[in-house]
Nanobody, 127 residues
Framework: QVQLVESGGGLVQAGGSLRLSCAAS???????????MGWFRQAPGKEREFVSA????????SYADSVKGRFTISRDNNKNTVYLQMNSLKPEDTAVYYC?????????????????WGQGTQVTVSS
């Protein structure tokens, strides 16, 4: 079992930046490095949507079109942590952001592919 805890959310003005972190526990360093990690978000009244994913060694990444060029995903396998650097934030980025872990090999971009989920962290971007 893997527990995921997100942090770093908050209120920011449009154009600002935030860095989200997701710490994994219940897994040894070797286990964390065997997990594909992803970020999703859910705005009020909307479906949870894919934001970004990173491969097990960090060499491969994937982004939703809506965040390409603004968000950067990274991971530190020594710290069992994945990050999401969010720049040039827009009001439409407002959502609860969820960290997720996938035990498969391929980069996963759909919700159903992920095995473990965090509780989420709120990001609010004011105009």
């Amino acid at each position: 079992q893997v527990q995921l805890v997100e942090s770093g959310g908050g209120l920011v003005q449009a154009g600002g930046s935030l860095r989200l972190s997701c710490a994994a526990s219940g897994a040894s360093g070797r286990t964390f490095s065997s997990l594909v990690m992803g970020w999703f978000r859910q705005a009020p009244g909307k479906e949870r949507e894919f934001v970004s994913a990173i491969s097990r060694n960090g060499g491969g990444t994937s982004y939703a079109d809506s965040v390409k060029g603004r968000f950067t995903i990274s991971r530190d396998n020594n710290k069992n942590t994945v990050y999401l650097q969010m720049n040039s934030l827009k009001p439409e980025d407002t959502a609860v952001y969820y960290c997720a872990a996938d035990r498969s090999i391929e980069l996963a971009t759909t919700r159903v592919e992920y095995d473990y989920w965090g509780q989420g962290t709120q990001v609010t971007v004011s105009s």
